[in-house]
């Protein structure tokens, strides 16, 4: 499909949701229940039919280099965040200095890319973006959530983050995908045809909730200009340019490098202001950093594929 064709398409749901939400539609202004929709049925079943579209032979060689590079760029990225947040936002307190790593640090790899994904070069598309979100959301959930445990001085057991990584929806939904895929089983023609039609509204809905939070959300953003100059320098042109780096040292297809880019200019994804709710970090910081830094995210969007 035309990339203008599919930008026009991304762009349509997102600028009704804004405009809904000046409107003052719904009255209640509570949209959680098409989250929910989209979380716990929409972009699951979405995730296994397009893994059941596949063969392991396939994407094989796919899914190795999309989860080796999640976790190679996820695990030295994060190291370089550290000593730029401590060189500066020194003078942060450390429940703010932790905010700014988490959404420096985890992308949202999942709810913006996978629209443009699966508009752009389908299924295979969309399982090149679930492998990329399958290890940075487990790092996400579990050293993420051991980073945010740290700077608040709240206590964590292993255990129980393992187990909020593994039964968060889409992540679950991943992992039946890869049984389905490695597993001679097969999805079944009516079983698929349901799942594609509950997994296709996955995208315009996801979209429309993106631009409703966006034109609610977004309050004085002064009170916290660094640091959210800091997180989009670091999101925005140290991200892109690093994984651009290490790809002159990797041979990969032209669907793995688009992905990997895609996903390398992606704004700070949403599980972030919950981590920084459920350790007590600075919620009103993480409520500006993300919807700001999503917003912007949208017109750099086409210069991520443009780059690729």
């Given amino acids: 499909m035309n990339l203008h064709v599919v930008l026009l398409m991304f762009y349509t749901p997102i600028f009704a949701g804004f405009l809904f939400r000046k409107a003052g539609i719904p009255r209640s ?13 929409a972009l699951p079943c979405l995730i296994i039919e397009s893994f ?5 032979v ?43 790593i988490l959404t420096a640090s985890f992308q949202n790899t999942a709810f913006l890319p996978l629209p443009i994904a699966l508009s752009l070069w389908g299924d295979r598309g969309v399982v090149a973006v679930v492998f990329y979100m399958l290890i940075n959301g ?11 445990a740290s700077y608040s001085g709240e206590s964590t057991r292993m255990a129980d983050i393992i187990r909020s990584a593994l039964s968060y929806p889409p992540m679950a939904a991943s992992i039946i995908g890869i049984v389905i895929l490695v597993s001679p089983w097969t999805i079944g023609a009516v079983a698929s045809t ?29 009170k916290f200009a660094r640091a959210c100059l800091l997180t989009a320098f670091i999101r925005f042109v140290f991200s892109p340019f690093l994984n651009l780096y290490i790809l002159d040292f990797v041979t990969t297809g032209d669907l793995e490098r688009s992905v990997i880019m895609l996903e390398a200019g992606m704004p700070p994804a949403v599980m972030n202001s919950a981590l920084a709710e459920k350790y007590k970090l600075n919620v009103n910081l993480a409520s500006q950093i993300i919807p700001i830094l999503t917003a912007v995210s949208l017109f750099l969007i086409p210069v991520w594929l443009l780059m690729t």
């Fill in 52 to 56: 059941g579209t596949q063969s392991l």
């Fill in 194 to 222: 349901i799942l594609s039609f509950i997994g296709d509204t996955t995208v315009p809905v996801i979209l429309f909730t993106i631009g409703y939070r966006l034109a609610g959300s977004v309050g004085n953003a002064n």
């Fill in 29 to 41: 202004g509570d949209i959680s229940p098409l989250v929910d929709y989209v979380v716990y049925l």
């Fill in 58 to 100: 396939a994407v094989y060689e796919t899914a190795v280099l999309m989860m080796t590079f999640s976790f190679i760029t996820q695990i030295s990225s994060f190291f370089l965040i550290s000593v730029l947040t401590s060189l500066f936002a020194r003078d942060m307190d450390d429940r703010s200095r932790a905010v700014v």
């Fill in 138 to 148: 487990f790092l996400m959930n579990t050293m993420g959530a051991f980073i945010a």
